[in-house]
């Protein structure tokens, strides 16, 4: 039998736990019936009501989850983004590429074994419709901002001030793009084998410019 301080140390972060999994839960349920309906009738003319009457929660609930409409499309990534973040900060941490470059490939296979379908159809909707495009490119940015805190700080440098920390940022985040491109427009390729292909370039060096320097007089 665990000592009454334990049982009562535990109870609050048992609570916790199912409080997350609880909103977790909530929020995607909410964005499988978004994706749904901005697919079907397109993003202008669905409602956040019309969104939260299919999924069977008030309007307020969705308004409790997610800032704007556009969020729902992108309801996990703020969560990877803090989860990267507190795998580099762990004492057993990787190097900062490796890190990095984890993160992105477990964010893609996770993308594609959850739901495939579903997972398609939000990388659909965010290249189509031009206000969730408009917040993709906020999230890129998240993104950027946090994967050159992790390099800056490996380097002792500061994030918006040292430009490797910021070209590797700005690097990584345009391989994930470019992999989720080449998904829309090629399905049959995985997104996560796209993504690997896209950082070997990257770590071997773009051939373009390699031929650049190779003609420099």
């Known amino acids: 039998m665990l000592p009454m301080e334990a049982t009562c140390s535990s109870a609050p972060r048992d609570a916790t736990l199912r409080r997350e999994r609880r909103r977790t839960r909530m929020r995607h349920e909410l964005a499988k019936v978004a994706v749904e309906l901005f697919t079907k009738n397109g993003f202008e003319a669905t409602t956040v009501d019309e ?39 762990s004492p ?9 470059r984890n993160a ?18 939000r990388v659909r909707l965010f290249h189509r419709e031009p206000a969730l495009i408009a917040r993709y490119l906020e999230y890129c940015l998240d993104w950027e901002d946090a994967v050159a805190d992790i390099v800056a700080k490996e380097r002792g440098a500061v994030s918006d001030s040292d430009l490797t920390s910021r070209l590797v940022a700005g690097s990584a985040v345009a391989a994930f793009r470019a992999a989720f491109r080449a998904h ?9 084998q796209h993504l690997e292909s896209a950082f070997d370039e990257l770590e071997r060096g773009l051939p373009v410019f390699q031929r650049s320097k190779s003609h420099c007089p």
């Open 51 to 89: 969104i939260a009457n299919v999924a069977d929660y008030s309007e307020s609930t969705f308004f409790r989850l997610f800032n704007r409409k556009e969020d729902v499309v992108f309801y996990d990534l703020p969560e990877r983004i803090a989860a990267m973040r507190a795998d580099f900060a």
């Open 104 to 121: 992105f490939l477990n964010n893609a296979r996770t993308w594609e074994t959850s739901d495939a379908e579903f997972a398609l159809a």
């Open 92 to 100: 057993n941490h990787h190097s900062a590429w490796t890190t990095i």
């Open 184 to 192: 829309v427009a090629d399905p049959g390729v995985g997104l996560t």
